[in-house]
């Protein structure tokens, strides 16, 4: 067997591909093959590095092997060894990266949090956003572009409020003043948009509703769309088996801010790909065509990553430079991995796994929290964090205050060239040094 180098798997974790397509004559298709793939299931596990793919499948720090169902799919799939995060890297570049194959410049969508000179700013948001005035048919003033939570009617409930408060958007003059939804600030189509067109059924679940952006410019991408709130206050969920009470009571203030809510909040979305692949809609209501291409993102991992919950006592992240998860992380990985198995479970049971194009990936790394680092390790641990997280393998130079690697000349001439990736501030402070990752 092909020895694995883990080194080259990129920030977007992994895409583990089951089922290979293998062609099949046809009469009709015009290059005269015809794929036996009828679905793809697009799964994101927000946070996931290459490094914990290796670490889970193989066992870490004298931790036995803990994500066994990623690990069988690992082993009859195909791995994307060079596969790179969108740069900027997050939840709202990487998801438009995989679903338009386009970079920021193309889509135009470099975070969900961002400027516009075209637009005006919104007439009277209940918000932070600046309000600004419109004329139509004159150019904007230029305004924050803000597609989270804030934008929902009330996102303290798990629905949002029912929908997107128009008063939060920014508005286009040349669109006589409309407010700008976040499908409509995408430049380009989308998958779910080519599936339709051509006569397939779509489906996707995300974490808030600003994520109707996968609609597409059409804004008729997705026909099955599912964005449970997860900024919005935990409540008991009565069709989600383990949640019908609120697991953690210690803190409710939003899905995020415990290690358990969030299992309970990420089950919600693996109900519904369950009840997708069953032939229902995604609460299980209706029937419904199992999806041409559906999917979900996880948020479990991302929060074992970065989560303090005071609440407990608990610390999430690693424990070392080789990516030894905290008990909160390995506990959502593993759940994760059951999450996935009981997916793969179901397509076997319905009869189509053998048909079913499975795609485990990642939005977008996560720069570590790490428990007690210092700087020796945090060296060893910024280049795990460079490798995972900035694309395929590459030579990477620190620059780390007092502790500099090269010629500091060289890194200021790299920096001005804009190669610098600034370390988030959130690593900063775990590491407690001024540092700076050169990707070369
Ligand atoms: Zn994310």
């Given at each position: 067997m092909k020895k694995i180098?883990?080194?080259?798997?990129?920030?977007?974790?992994v895409s583990v591909l089951l089922s290979t397509a293998t062609p099949y004559k046809s009469a009709s298709a015009d290059d005269g093959h015809r794929s036996r793939i009828r679905h793809v299931l697009l799964l994101s596990v927000d946070g996931f590095h290459a490094l914990d793919l290796e670490n889970c499948v193989k066992?870490?720090?004298?931790?036995?092997?803990?994500c066994p169902n990623l690990g069988g799919l690992a082993q009859n799939g195909i791995r994307y060894m060079q596969a790179s995060s969108s740069k900027p890297s997050d939840s709202f570049p990487g998801l438009l990266a995989m679903i338009t194959g386009g970079t920021p410049r193309s889509?135009?969508?470099?975070?969900d949090n961002s400027y516009d000179r075209s637009l005006a700013g919104p007439?009277?948001?209940?918000?932070d956003v600046a309000p600004g005035s419109c004329t139509p048919g004159m150019s904007g003033t230029g305004t924050q572009v803000l597609y989270d939570e804030t934008i929902d009617n009330d996102s303290t409930k798990l629905d949002g409020g029912g929908g997107i408060n128009p008063a939060n958007l920014p508005r286009n003059p040349l669109a006589n003043c409309a407010p700008v939804h976040p499908h409509q600030y995408v430049r380009v189509n989308n998958i779910f948009e080519v599936a339709r067109r051509n006569g397939g059924y779509t489906a996707w679940s995300d974490k808030h509703l600003a994520y109707e952006l996968v609609n597409g410019p059409s804004g008729q991408g997705v026909n099955d769309l599912y964005n449970p709130e997860i900024a919005s206050e935990v409540v008991p969920l009565a069709n989600v088996p383990g949640c019908?009470?609120?697991?953690?009571?210690?803190?409710?203030?939003?899905?995020?801010?415990s290690f358990e809510n969030i299992k309970c909040y990420d089950k919600l979305k693996v109900q519904a790909i369950i009840n997708q692949i069953n032939g229902k809609t995604h609460d299980g209501s209706q029937s419904a065509r199992v999806p041409t291409i559906f999917g979900m993102n996880f948020q479990a991992v991302s929060v074992g990553q970065k989560l303090v919950q005071a609440s407990i006592n608990a610390t999430g992240g690693y424990l070392d430079a080789l990516g030894t998860p905290s008990n909160p992380l390995l506990g959502e990985i593993q759940f994760v991995d059951q999450s996935i198995g009981a997916m793969i479970g179901e397509l076997h049971k319905q009869g189509l796994l053998q048909s079913t194009l499975v795609i485990v990936s990642a939005k977008h790394g996560q720069a570590r929290s790490i428990q007690r680092a210092r700087e020796k390790s945090a060296i060893q641990l910024l280049r795990h964090w460079a490798i995972s997280s900035c694309g395929k393998r590459q030579r990477i130079v620190l620059h780390c205050y007092g502790l500099r690697i090269r010629p500091k000349r060289q890194v200021r001439r790299q920096q001005s060239q804009g190669q610098a990736i600034r370390v988030s501030a959130k690593f900063l402070s775990a590491t407690r040094s001024r540092s700076y990752i050169m990707i070369l």
């Open positions: 180098n883990f080194e080259k798997l990129a920030g977007i974790a066992g870490v720090s004298g931790l036995a092997p803990y889509t135009g969508v470099f975070y007439a009277s948001p209940t918000n019908t009470s609120v697991v953690d009571p210690t803190a409710t203030d939003d899905w995020t801010s």
